[in-house]
């Protein structure tokens, strides 16, 4: 008997949810334990359901708290997380894989696809499309120095908020994305965007984050 994979479906997608529990249903060796949206609780869920695998869309929420990834994935040892409709993005794909995705999809992926990497990453598994393959390597051949993270003093004296917020535009949030994942007011926000762009010496957020990575303060 071919032993079975339980499997959490976290998506903020109705139809997304429905169409792949209907597509788990169909396989003998994949059991859906649970789906749900983001929640406050969602950690707790996850951990309750003892699922092998988490299949994570890449809705908003994803990109605002790949946080929650890095959560679950140390609240549920052994859990194996793959991202399903990524886009073929580096920095987006190495942010991921240091939050602990193990498995990593892009958008046009086909349910072939989707259940081929569910099986793959529940034997542990890694798996990347292609054509992300070969920033993985450079990012290991080349490490950032040691230091060098967004969270190491910073040359432009941004603060450690200040630097979280210059992540957070590099993944292209809005003021009221990144104020959701902050817990803070979307005024709060702007106010800390002005003083980003004060002390950078720059006029918008593009600049900002382009010489920040460019100074090699900021990780790609």
């Known amino acids: 008997m071919v032993p079975k994979i339980d499997v959490f479906l976290l998506t903020e997608n109705r139809l997304l949810r429905e169409a792949l529990t209907r597509i788990f249903g169909k396989k003998s060796d994949l059991c859906l334990v649970g789906a749900a949206g983001f929640s406050p609780q969602i950690v707790a869920e996850v951990g309750a359901s003892a699922a092998d695998v988490l299949l994570a869309d890449s809705g908003v929420n994803i990109l605002t708290d790949l946080q929650i990834i ?5 609240a549920c040892p052994g859990l194996r997380v793959v991202l399903i409709g990524m886009e073929p993005d580096a920095t987006t794909f190495l942010k991921a894989v240091r939050a602990g995705v193990l498995g990593y999809i892009l958008k046009d992926a086909s349910s072939l696809d989707v259940t081929a990497a569910v099986r793959s990453v529940a034997r542990n598994e890694a798996v990347c499309p292609p054509c992300l393959c070969r920033s993985l390597f450079d990012y290991v051949s080349n490490p950032p120095a040691q230091g060098k993270n967004l969270h190491a003093r910073h040359p432009y004296g941004l603060t450690r908020r200040e630097q979280e917020l210059v992540e957070m535009m ?18 709060t926000v702007k106010n800390h965007v002005h003083n980003v762009l004060r002390k950078v010496g720059v006029g918008d957020r593009l600049e900002a984050v382009e010489r920040c990575r460019g100074d090699g303060t900021l990780v790609a």
């Open 70 to 74: 890095h959560e679950l994935s140390k």
């Open 170 to 187: 590099g993944l292209g949030l809005t003021n009221k994305e990144i104020a959701d994942h902050l817990s803070i007011s979307e005024q």
